[in-house]
């Protein structure tokens, strides 16, 4: 597997990365939930047993040369005989501010790149044209940084960004967080403010940070997985096996047996 990466600053912090990744040999992959949500633009052939849903029913998102890969809260599975793929990896809010729709309507979806952007043909011909990787990932930059600066969803990103940051810190630390005292409105409408742009309730959210933070601890730590349970908070290894089996689909020392190099990508 070969694996280059471009940060785009100029995105941050709603994009984390531009990224590609060619494999010249059959794989099978599962993916843990990440947090991020991921625009894939696939330059090799399709991959096959990825399965995303769309209104009016299921698809293969790969057979497209664009898909949006939405907020996913349990593992993603697929193979491929060989591949050869570009990738923007964001942040959930990211959804509602370049293609404005809501980000609870791509929750454990993948849907296709023609539905939320209207130039993929342009894209396409950009991104299989001539070239290396980083001219690419530059120009891709640049035309994203177009389409959000016009955004109008824009200031209502950075100003859930700062609640959530805020709110996922504290969490982390032990603290309890109550959500609707970080935006300002009631209960029920950061509920909703919440599905729109991060896909998810405030209570589940916060689950799913706190599993992606443990995740990354059992990933790169040797430490005793008890100790780990202890350092973040969990009551016994029993509610930390639940927590985790809940998103990964495994225990926590079944993902460190079978880890590969990043963190959340098991390869079959």
């Known amino acids: 597997m070969q694996v280059q990466m471009h940060i785009p600053a100029s995105l941050a912090p709603l994009v984390h990365a531009i990224w590609e990744q060619r494999a010249e040999h059959p794989s099978d992959w599962t993916i843990l939930p990440s947090g991020r949500v991921e625009l894939i633009f696939n330059l090799g052939p399709r991959m096959?047993?990825?399965?995303?849903?769309?209104?009016?029913?299921?698809?293969?998102?790969?057979?497209?040369?664009?898909?949006?890969?939405?907020?996913?809260?349990?593992?993603?599975?697929?193979?491929?005989?060989?591949?050869?793929?570009?990738?923007?990896?964001?942040?959930?809010?990211?959804?509602?501010?370049?293609?404005?729709?809501?980000?609870?309507?791509?929750?454990?979806?993948?849907?296709?790149?023609?539905?939320?952007?209207?130039?993929?043909?342009?894209?396409?011909?950009?991104?299989?044209?001539?070239?290396?990787?980083?001219?690419?990932?530059?120009?891709?930059?640049?035309?994203?940084?177009?389409?959000?600066?016009?955004?109008?969803?824009?200031?209502?990103?950075?100003?859930?960004?700062?609640?959530?940051?805020?709110?996922?810190?504290?969490?982390?630390a032990g603290e309890e967080v109550h959500p609707a005292d970080f935006t300002g409105y009631s209960r029920m409408h950061t509920h909703r403010l919440f599905n729109a742009w991060t896909g998810l309730p405030p209570g589940e959210f916060l689950r799913l940070r706190r599993f992606i933070n443990v995740m990354g601890h059992v990933h790169t730590g040797e430490d005793d997985l008890t100790a780990v349970a202890h350092q973040h908070g969990y009551f016994d290894q029993a509610h930390f096996n639940h927590h985790f089996q809940r998103f990964a689909g495994m225990s926590p020392g079944r993902y460190r047996r079978d880890r590969w190099l990043l963190p959340g990508q098991l390869l079959s």
């Open 48 to 172: 096959e047993d990825l399965k995303g849903k769309r209104v009016g029913g299921a698809f293969n998102p790969t057979e497209q040369f664009c898909f949006l890969s939405g907020l996913h809260t349990r593992p993603l599975r697929m193979s491929f005989p060989r591949c050869h793929v570009m990738g923007v990896q964001m942040e959930p809010l990211a959804v509602k501010a370049l293609f404005g729709i809501p980000c609870v309507e791509v929750r454990d979806w993948a849907v296709r790149g023609e539905d939320v952007m209207d130039d993929i043909a342009m894209i396409e011909d950009r991104l299989r044209g001539p070239g290396s990787f980083t001219m690419k990932a530059h120009w891709l930059e640049a035309h994203l940084h177009g389409i959000l600066r016009s955004s109008p969803e824009l200031d209502e990103a950075q100003r859930m960004r700062s609640a959530v940051d805020e709110m996922v810190r504290l969490c982390m």
